[in-house]
C-alpha cells in the first residue's frame, strides 16, 4: 500500500536548509506527486541516516589502510555513492531556478547546458542506487540496509521516471516535471547546504566569504522584461 500523507512527513527534519511543516503540507498540497516523491526520498534517507554511526565517515580512502577488510571499502563507496546524489538531485533543480534570474545571455546559456546533465546524474543514481550492497562496516558500525526489501510500489529502487502531477495550477492538465524550481533564495540555501555537509570543510574564512557574497547576489538578481 502507497504511504499515508501522515507517514511520508515521519522523518527527522532538523538538519534541512529553511524546512517548515507548514510549507511543506502546502507543497504537497501544490505539487502532488512529485513532491511525494521527495518525501519518500527524505524518509528514506532520514532512516538510512539514523542508522549511521556516530561521527563522519570517509567517502574515499585516506590511506591503503581503508582498502581492507572487504566490506570496509565497500562502505566508504556506499558512502561516496549517497552523498553524490545529493550533490545531483539539489543540481536538478538549481540550475532551472538560476536561469529564471539570469539576465546574461552567456551566463543564461551555461545554466542551461549544465542543468540538463545534473538530472541525468541523478537519474542514473536512481536506477543503480537500489544495487548498493547491504553491508555494515566492522571498522565504524556504519550501516547500509537493503533497499530492495520493500514491496511497495513507489518505493521500488529502481524507479527514474518523474510522475505526472500538477504544476503551476491545479486547473492545468498534470505534467511530468523533474522537482518544484522556485527561486527564493535558492542560491544561498545551495551554499549552507553544501557547507553543513562538510563539502568545503578546510577552506578560508575569506572563501566563504566570497561564496556567500555571490550566492546573495544570484538570489537578488532579476530577470529584465
Same mark, same amino acid.
Given at each position: =500500500?502507497?504511504?499515508?500523507?501522515?507517514?511520508?512527513?515521519?522523518?527527522?527534519? +532538523?538538519?534541512?536548509?529553511?524546512?517548515?511543516?507548514?510549507?511543506?503540507?502546502?507543497?504537497?498540497?501544490?505539487?502532488?506527486?512529485?513532491? $511525494?516523491?521527495?518525501?519518500?526520498?527524505?524518509?528514506?534517507?532520514?532512516?538510512?541516516?539514523? @542508522?549511521?554511526?556516530?561521527?563522519?565517515?570517509?567517502?574515499?580512502?585516506?590511506?591503503? *589502510?581503508? /582498502? !581492507?577488510?572487504?566490506?570496509?571499502?565497500?562502505?566508504?563507496?556506499?558512502?561516496?555513492?549517497?552523498?553524490?546524489?545529493?550533490?545531483?538531485?539539489?543540481?536538478?533543480?538549481?540550475?532551472?531556478?538560476?536561469?529564471?534570474?539570469?539576465?546574461?545571455?552567456?551566463?543564461?546559456?551555461?545554466?542551461?547546458?549544465?542543468? &540538463?546533465?545534473?538530472? =541525468?546524474?541523478?537519474?542514473?543514481?536512481?536506477?543503480?542506487?537500489?544495487?548498493?550492497?547491504?553491508?555494515?562496516?566492522?571498522?565504524?558500525?556504519? %550501516?547500509? &540496509?537493503? /533497499?530492495? %526489501? @520493500? @514491496?511497495?510500489?513507489? /518505493?521500488?529502487?529502481?524507479?527514474? =521516471?518523474?510522475?505526472?502531477?500538477?504544476?503551476? +495550477? $491545479?486547473?492545468? &492538465?498534470?505534467?511530468?516535471?523533474?522537482? &518544484?524550481?522556485?527561486?527564493?533564495?535558492?542560491?544561498?540555501?545551495?551554499?549552507?547546504?553544501?557547507?553543513? !555537509?562538510?563539502?568545503? *570543510?578546510?577552506?578560508?574564512?575569506?572563501?566563504?566569504?566570497?561564496?556567500?557574497?555571490?550566492?546573495? %547576489?544570484?538570489?537578488?538578481?532579476?530577470?529584465?522584461?
Amino acid at each position: =500500500m502507497p504511504l499515508s500523507d501522515e507517514e511520508l512527513f515521519d522523518f527527522n527534519a +532538523r538538519q534541512l536548509i529553511d524546512y517548515s511543516d507548514e510549507k511543506a503540507h502546502a507543497d504537497l498540497e501544490e505539487y502532488g506527486d512529485v513532491f $511525494r516523491v521527495q518525501l519518500i526520498e527524505a524518509l528514506h534517507l532520514s532512516a538510512w541516516a539514523d @542508522s549511521l554511526a556516530e561521527g563522519e565517515h570517509p567517502a574515499i580512502p585516506r590511506s591503503n *589502510k581503508d /582498502l !581492507m577488510p572487504k566490506n570496509h571499502i565497500q562502505a566508504i563507496a556506499n558512502t561516496a555513492g549517497f552523498h553524490f546524489a545529493t550533490i545531483e538531485q539539489g543540481g536538478t533543480s538549481l540550475y532551472p531556478a538560476l536561469a529564471q534570474r539570469t539576465n546574461d545571455a552567456e551566463a543564461l546559456r551555461v545554466v542551461l547546458s549544465i542543468g &540538463p546533465t545534473e538530472a =541525468m546524474h541523478f537519474q542514473t543514481w536512481q536506477d543503480k542506487a537500489g544495487n548498493a550492497p547491504a553491508i555494515t562496516d566492522p571498522s565504524t558500525g556504519l %550501516e547500509f &540496509p537493503n /533497499l530492495k %526489501e @520493500s @514491496s511497495d510500489e513507489e /518505493l521500488k529502487a529502481n524507479l527514474i =521516471m518523474p510522475e505526472p502531477c500538477p504544476f503551476l +495550477r $491545479r486547473s492545468l &492538465p498534470i505534467v511530468s516535471i523533474v522537482r &518544484p524550481t522556485n527561486t527564493e533564495g535558492i542560491a544561498m540555501g545551495v551554499v549552507e547546504f553544501l557547507s553543513a !555537509m562538510g563539502l568545503f *570543510k578546510g577552506q578560508s574564512k575569506g572563501f566563504f566569504e566570497a561564496l556567500k557574497q555571490l550566492a546573495s %547576489e544570484a538570489d537578488a538578481a532579476k530577470r529584465h522584461g
